[in-house]
């Protein structure tokens, strides 16, 4: 899997919705891909209150492409178009991701292509009042099996936030709809954050 993601989630809005996709998916993305150890990219959305709420990742070899330059060292340099399109997001989390492990169809721990390309994705952003062994183990043990039979996850990823907050990132992948995952399989802890998305780029 790919060692590491900077996961960005924003709220965009709707007036302004073709203009930041077109520049989005022509622009900053392929401006993205040509730096230095950016590997693949992808972006999803789900309607919102008032637009869209957006899901963007960008794989990398290891978390230090994301950190030479930081997202705040980018920030000073961007263009007048950049800070423009940047304008149309309201609600914003940044994250960078170190990958754990991931598991395929079957829920199974197994080796999967290191770009998200899936249909339909779903992250959960949790901390576990210190209790990490006994949601790591959950996870591990019952799950994998369960996202897989009952949800229809055709892949679960597992990951850690060296920056952005939360301690825990898992990332559910679907060929159809995204199923309801946590909420009837594990109350014992505060789950935190879920955002869902379609996925709108790559076509």
Same mark, same amino acid.
């Given at each position: 899997?790919?060692?590491?993601?900077?996961?960005?989630?924003?709220?965009?809005?709707?007036?302004?919705? /073709?203009?930041?996709?077109?520049? @989005?998916?022509?622009? *900053?993305?392929?401006?993205?891909?040509?730096?230095?150890?950016? $590997?693949?990219?992808?972006?999803?959305?789900?309607? %919102?209150?008032?637009?869209?709420?957006?899901?963007?990742?960008?794989? %990398?070899?290891?978390?230090?492409? @994301?950190?030479? #330059?930081?997202?705040?060292?980018?920030?000073?340099?961007? &263009?007048?178009?950049?800070?423009?399109?940047?304008?149309?997001?309201?609600?914003?989390?940044?994250?960078?991701?170190? %990958?754990?492990?991931?598991?395929?169809?079957?829920?199974?721990?197994?080796?999967? =292509? #290191?770009?998200?390309?899936?249909? $339909?994705?779903?992250? &959960?952003?949790?901390?576990?009042?210190?209790? =990490?062994?006994? @949601?790591?183990?959950?996870?591990?043990?019952? *799950?994998?099996?369960?996202?897989?039979?009952? =949800? %229809?996850?055709?892949?679960?990823?597992?990951?850690?936030?060296?920056?952005?907050?939360?301690?825990?990132?898992?990332? *559910?992948?679907?060929?159809?709809? /995204?199923? #309801?995952? @946590?909420?009837?399989?594990?109350? &014992?802890?505060?789950?935190?954050?879920?955002? &869902?998305?379609?996925?709108?780029?790559?076509?």
């Amino acid at each position: 899997m790919s060692n590491a993601i900077w996961m960005i989630l924003y709220d965009l809005q709707r007036e302004r919705e /073709a203009d930041y996709m077109d520049w @989005f998916h022509d622009i *900053h993305i392929p401006e993205k891909l040509a730096r230095p150890g950016y $590997t693949w990219a992808a972006h999803y959305a789900e309607e %919102g209150g008032n637009g869209l709420s957006c899901i963007a990742l960008f794989g %990398g070899s290891n978390t230090s492409v @994301f950190l030479n #330059p930081s997202p705040a060292q980018i920030k000073p340099t961007q &263009t007048p178009e950049t800070r423009d399109m940047m304008g149309c997001r309201s609600n914003g989390r940044s994250l960078i991701l170190a %990958g754990e492990w991931a598991s395929n169809g079957a829920g199974e721990i197994s080796d999967l =292509d #290191p770009a998200i390309n899936a249909k $339909t994705i779903s992250v &959960t952003l949790c901390d576990t009042a210190g209790n =990490d062994e006994d @949601f790591g183990a959950w996870l591990i043990q019952e *799950h994998l099996k369960s996202a897989a039979k009952d =949800d %229809g996850c055709t892949s679960l990823r597992k990951y850690l936030a060296s920056v952005g907050g939360a301690k825990h990132a898992i990332i *559910h992948e679907y060929a159809g709809p /995204a199923g #309801p995952q @946590f909420e009837k399989n594990y109350a &014992t802890y505060p789950i935190g954050t879920r955002q &869902t998305g379609k996925r709108l780029w790559p076509l």
